[in-house]
């Protein structure tokens, strides 16, 4: 469709924000993160307890990292639970 020399698609480009995000964070790249996020908060807990178990770390810092691990297992575990439920759902639609 032309609309005085311009294109409908030619317009609806123009009409765009100048400013578009630099990088679309995809599903599967926020997943990455994610599991890199837990994978490093239970590596830093298991550090503390060594260096705690040698002398090296006070209780309270040894504390504070089994809280923090207990709350990344918890989440995880919930979120996986919520993938189950939403899998189970799926096949429980009819076709």
Do not use: C, W
């Amino acid at each position: 469709m032309e609309i005085k020399g311009l294109s409908v698609a030619q317009k609806y480009a123009a009409a765009r924000p100048a400013t578009e995000p630099e990088e679309h964070v995809g599903v599967l790249n926020a997943a990455k993160n994610v599991a890199l996020d837990f994978a490093t908060a239970l590596a830093e807990g298991e550090e503390t307890a060594k260096a705690a178990m040698i002398g090296n770390a006070d209780p309270h810092s040894l504390v504070t990292a089994l809280a923090q691990t207990e709350l990344v297992v918890e989440t995880a575990v919930t979120v996986r639970n919520k993938v189950v439920e939403a899998y189970q759902e799926i096949l429980r639609m009819p076709v």
